[in-house]
């Protein structure tokens, strides 16, 4: 440093005002890139987001859609389990009315026996 001052101390004030010259001039060019770099960088961010917006709505959008076949697979898998118990329903009905009344009357007994249990002195 000492001796960059002692070059500057033998300079001529004309040599002397060129290099202060020269070292504003590139302190300016400096500033004028930090500026452009600023702006670059700026604009980076600003794509960065808007990339950044575009895939979330997408991953939305996606999601919606995902959702919406989900909510349809299950709308159909409701539709045959409820088809399936009327069914049932329907074959139990066509069961139940093929009995015939000796049969009625066996079942009705088996089940006061099941819940009350065995009745003393009556019928058997």
């Known amino acids: 440093m000492a001796a960059n001052r002692k070059e500057?101390?033998?300079l001529g004030p004309s040599a002397a005002h060129g290099k202060l010259k020269q070292l504003l001039d590139t302190e300016t060019e400096l500033d004028a890139m930090l500026r452009q770099t600023r702006i670059e960088a700026g604009a980076l961010v600003e794509l960065a987001h808007a990339e950044?917006?575009?895939r979330i709505r997408k991953f939305e959008s996606e999601l919606d859609a995902a959702g919406a076949v989900l909510r349809?697979?299950?709308a159909g898998e409701r539709e045959e389990?409820?088809?399936?118990?009327?069914?049932e329903a329907m074959r139990t009905v066509e069961e139940l009315g093929a009995l015939?009344?000796?049969r009625i009357e066996e079942l009705a007994r088996y089940v006061a026996v099941r819940?009350?249990?065995p009745v003393s002195g009556g019928r058997s």
């Open 8 to 10: 500057v101390d033998e």
């Open 52 to 54: 950044a917006e575009d």
């Open 72 to 74: 349809e697979l299950i």
């Open 81 to 87: 389990a409820v088809a399936a118990i009327r069914a």
């Open 100 to 102: 015939d009344e000796q």
């Open 115 to 117: 819940v009350a249990g």
